[in-house]
T-cell receptor
Framework: EDQVTQSPEALRLQEGESSSLNCSYT??????LFWYRQDPGKGPEFLFT???AGEEKEKERLKATLTKKESFLHITAPKPEDSATYLC??????????FGQGTRLTINP | DTEVTQTPKHLVMGMTNKKSLKCEQH?????MYWYKQKAKKPPELMFV???????INESVPSRFSPECPNSSLLNLHLHALQPEDSALYLC?????????????FGPGTRLTVT
């Protein structure tokens, strides 16, 4: 059975304090791994797709990386507007996204 | 443009009512999805339409009835819902089914069943 675990569940950082979010997955026939950002009461916003181990993608203060068992979302010098829930979702052979529980990130000014 | 629109934004309905949620995209995407999201939980897949045909039903109760009138529109018909069905209902679309295409989500409909 496909499984996804995100850690930590919640993370509080000071503005400018860099950190990483983890997504561990067990998915048969990984086709791609997606990262989304979700603000309260809104739909998830697409951030990145990673297709193979070793791949990296960057967008502003965010960088996503992928290994055969994990993906990391690195956030560098975060700002308060980066506060959100970050969702990891691999897609396997069933051709469906398998969402993790998310990491609730709070950046204090 | 990567916009998916959903109406209404909020809906309050009684357990005997019939209502519909609507979703629209104009990106030429051929796969559309309905998800249900409870507070502090990730989205749960309900239905997938591929090329206007229902391809996945995640064992959703029959009180939820999806419809895809054309490639741009997706409806979710609601009837005899229970209070535990109260949630944020999200629509998404992607260029195609499978193939690891990114899904673009709408803002959601906040449904309250009284």
């Amino acid at each position: 059975e496909d499984q996804v675990t995100q850690s930590p569940e919640a993370l509080r950082l000071q503005e400018g304090e860099s950190s990483s979010l983890n997504c561990s997955y067990t998915v048969s026939g990984l086709r791609g791994l997606f990262w989304y950002r979700q603000d309260p009461g809104k739909g998830p916003e697409f951030l990145f797709t990673l297709y193979s181990a070793g791949e990296e993608k960057e967008k502003e203060r965010l960088k996503a990386t992928l290994t055969k068992k994990e993906s990391f979302l690195h956030i560098t010098a975060p700002k308060p507007e980066d506060s959100a829930t970050y969702l990891c979702a691999p897609e396997g052979g069933a051709q469906k996204l398998v969402f993790g529980q998310g990491t609730r990130l709070t950046i204090n000014p | 443009d990567t916009e998916v629109t959903q109406t209404p934004k909020h809906l309050v309905m009684g357990m005997t009512n019939k209502k519909s949620l609507k979703c629209e995209q104009h990106m030429g995407h051929r796969a559309m999805y309905w998800y249900k999201q409870k507070a502090k939980k990730p989205p749960e897949l309900m239905f997938v339409y591929s090329y206007e045909k229902l391809s996945i039903n995640e064992s959703v109760p029959s009180r939820f009835s999806p419809e895809c009138p054309n490639s741009s529109l997706l409806n979710l018909h609601l009837h005899a819902l229970q209070p535990e069905d109260s949630a944020l209902y999200l629509c998404a679309s992607s260029p195609g089914p499978g193939g690891a295409y990114e899904q673009y989500f709408g803002p959601g409909t906040r449904l309250t069943v009284t």
